[in-house]
């Protein structure tokens, strides 16, 4: 099925996870080399049996893949301190990622 969840950047796919406590997390594994070299977020894997991947299997375009950036959460993507802010305070995130690699399906989604 195509991505039903957030309207996002013809090109970049949206992820929109939920959780019940804010201790639980999300899934994200980042690269940390990427972080402290150039203030981004790019996806290094998902965690086995977490929201990301349960969200993967249920929406299979819009699956998190190695080298995504994450573009924004919540709609705060000016920089990297208010998109961890967003990640690590909220229990609903809306999240826009750019693919590593250019992904059928995803340039039309507006």
């Known amino acids: 099925p195509p991505c039903a969840p957030p309207i996002v950047t013809p090109g970049n796919y949206g992820v ?3 959780r019940e406590v804010l201790m639980q997390n999300w899934g994200f594994v980042w ?3 990427a972080m402290a070299r150039d203030h981004i977020r790019v996806v ?3 965690r086995p049996n977490s929201l990301a991947e349960k969200w993967g299997h249920m929406f299979p375009l819009c699956e998190l893949r190695r080298g995504d950036v ?3 959460v ?3 993507g000016e ?3 208010k998109m961890s802010v967003e990640l690590a305070r909220s229990k609903r995130i809306i999240c826009e990622f750019r693919p ?3 992904r059928k399906g995803l340039e ?3």
Do not use: I
């Open 74 to 76: 919540n709609d705060k």
């Open 100 to 102: 590593a690699q250019p």
């Open 70 to 72: 994450l573009v924004k």
């Open 31 to 33: 690269d940390s080399q």
């Open 44 to 46: 290094e894997k998902v």
């Open 108 to 110: 039309s989604q507006v």
């Open 16 to 18: 929109e996870l939920r």
């Open 79 to 81: 920089s990297l301190e």
